[in-house]
Antibody, heavy 121, light 110 residues
Framework: EVQLVESGGGLVKPGGSLRLSCAAS????????MSWVRQAPGKGLEWVGR??????????DYPAPVKGRFTISRDDSKNTLYLQLNSLKPEDTAVYSC????????????WGQGTLVTVSS | NFMLTQPHSVSESPGKTVTISCTRS????????VQWYQQRPGSSPTTVIY?????PSGVPDRFSGSIDSSSNSASLTISGLKTEDEADYYC?????????FGGGTKLTVL
């Protein structure tokens, strides 16, 4: 059974940093592209970025609102995905979820339950 | 980059059919696959349609997806509506280096 379990969320002040983790199990993590998606309270889904598998170069892509502030990385030896959040703003307040990511279609077929990040003074 | 535009809300009665549209702002809707996700309150999204018109196992055939190049849009059609279909629905598409979600449509079954 595929499982994705996020952790590391919490309350942080504007300008602060946080690192989120996503523990994966039930599939060969190293072969899979992964992504992060966030959802602000009462709002829609927003793609936060994607990392390719090591075989495909482990490169990352981000949308404009987070580019230069957020960094996705992975540790295949630990089956864990990371999201480093820097220079946080109140508008980054959201539930952050990791997903698997089918490179052929961009389909996020498995989702974690998410971890809440609150940016407030 | 492109945007995907969905109606904010739709409503229909049980047993009826509803269609939710997803219009792409630039570039061809047919050039990249479209997925549809269902999200019930307090739950993570689940896939109802992937790769334009494919249903994951376990999703009833009441759910179908299509692409219309003439309107540059994708559509999710739900037939034989049930109260359990009441949820938010999001379209999503991916173009090489960017993934985009539509704003979501709240489906009310009343």
């Amino acid at each position: 059974e595929v499982q994705l379990v996020e952790s590391g969320g919490g309350l942080v002040k504007p300008g602060g940093s946080l690192r989120l983790s996503c523990a994966a199990s039930g599939f060969t993590f190293s072969n899979v592209w992964m992504s992060w998606v966030r959802q602000a309270p009462g709002k829609g889904l927003e793609w936060v970025g994607r990392i390719k598998s090591k075989t495909d170069g482990e490169t990352t892509d981000y949308p404009a609102p987070v580019k230069g502030r957020f960094t996705i990385s992975r540790d295949d030896s630990k089956n864990t995905l990371y999201l480093q959040l820097n220079s946080l703003k109140p508008e980054d307040t959201a539930v952050y979820s990791c997903t698997t990511f089918r490179y052929t279609s961009g389909w996020s077929d498995y989702w974690g339950q998410g971890t809440l990040v609150t940016v407030s003074s | 980059n492109f945007m995907l535009t969905q109606p904010h809300s739709v409503s229909e009665s049980p047993g009826k059919t509803v269609t939710i549209s997803c219009t792409r702002s630039s570039g061809s809707i047919a050039s990249n696959y479209v997925q549809w996700y269902q999200q019930r309150p307090g739950s993570s999204p689940t896939t109802v349609i992937y790769e334009d018109n494919q249903r994951p196992s376990g999703v009833p055939d009441r759910f179908s997806g299509s692409i219309d190049s003439s309107s540059n849009s994708a559509s999710l059609t739900i037939s034989g509506l049930k109260t359990e279909d009441e949820a938010d629905y999001y379209c999503q598409s991916y173009d090489t280096s960017v993934s985009v979600f539509g704003g979501g449509t709240k489906l009310t079954v009343l």
